[in-house]
């Protein structure tokens, strides 16, 4: 037997063995006693990813297993369930949809149903400036600003009148998401923003009476702004005017018109004299 032969033989052993070897540990594993069944349950998820205002088709989720004990709170776990709905909520790939997530069944899709019960929409128009240079896209929070000219140029005022509002839709556009992916301005002549109804109010009126503005937030800014205002005399170090006191109208008595106090007689000017004697003859002849 040559070299070449004796080492194939050994290889040929070698594969043998290792195949006994692993088959042998297969069935060991396989004998071992498994831990106790997880009990299972059926989540509805999303077949892909699903923008806010998306209607919900049976073509959009699916029913996957997911562990009992692991179950989120509120997880529709039969497709019927989510069909006809509108998401209030983008959702992602896999992701288990839930009731908070979706609107009641019967209110349609689009922005109608996001918009939370006691909450209003209110659309504004805006230009480049006003929008900020388009960076107003949903998502984000702004304060509205008012610059009010009364006639009266010393009258001039600006001031915050709603502060910390977010922004639904640019133009046509309310997927948020998508527009915080895309990070990038949104041309658009028109901003609907999600306010209260007395802020609605406030809108409408500074709309109608003066030029309005849009600031835009930090995220994670959440404080009031609170401002007293800026008069144009206070732009260059005046003083604002003084409001007069809004007090209740007090009638006035008449009174009788004083008459001019009357000068006393002052005595009759008598000029100074002085006597002369011309020989036998004596006069008096005035000072001039």
Do not use: C
Not at 89 to 98: F, K
Not at 192 to 218: C, F, H, Q, Y
């Amino acid at each position: 037997m040559n070299r070449n032969t004796r080492t194939i033989l050994v290889l040929i052993l070698a594969v043998a063995v290792a195949g006994v070897a692993s088959y042998g540990v297969y069935l060991a594993v396989r004998a071992m006693p498994h831990g106790p069944a997880v009990p299972q349950a059926q989540a509805v998820v999303a077949a892909r990813a699903l923008p806010v205002g998306t209607l919900v088709g049976a073509e959009d989720v699916k029913l996957v297993p997911w562990p009992a004990a692991n179950m989120i709170p509120g997880a529709l776990t039969r497709i019927e369930q989510a069909v006809n709905r509108g998401l209030v909520a983008s959702v992602s790939l896999n992701e288990p949809l839930t009731d908070a997530k979706l609107a009641k069944v019967g209110a349609g899709a689009g922005l109608p149903p996001t918009i939370p019960p006691g909450m209003r929409a209110i659309s504004i128009k805006v230009n480049e400036v006003i929008g900020v240079a388009g960076f107003v896209v949903p998502g984000t929070h702004v304060d509205v600003l008012v610059a009010i000219n009364q006639g009266d140029s010393r009258d001039a005022v600006a001031r915050v009148v709603v502060s910390n509002v977010q922004v639904l839709t640019a133009g046509t556009r309310y997927d948020q998401e998508s527009a915080r992916k895309d990070a990038k301005p949104i041309p658009t002549s028109v901003v609907t923003l999600l306010v209260s109804p007395e802020n609605a109010e406030r809108l409408t009126l500074a709309a109608d009476e003066g030029k309005i503005m849009l600031t835009l937030r930090n995220p994670g800014d959440d404080e009031m702004t609170q401002t007293a205002g800026v008069h144009r005399g206070s732009l260059f170090g005046g003083s604002p005017p003084a409001e007069k006191p809004a007090g209740p109208v007090v009638p006035v008595a008449r009174r009788a018109p004083k008459r001019a106090p009357q000068a006393e007689a002052q005595p009759a000017y008598r000029p100074y004299t002085v006597e002369t004697i011309r020989a036998a003859k004596r006069a008096e002849e005035p000072v001039r």
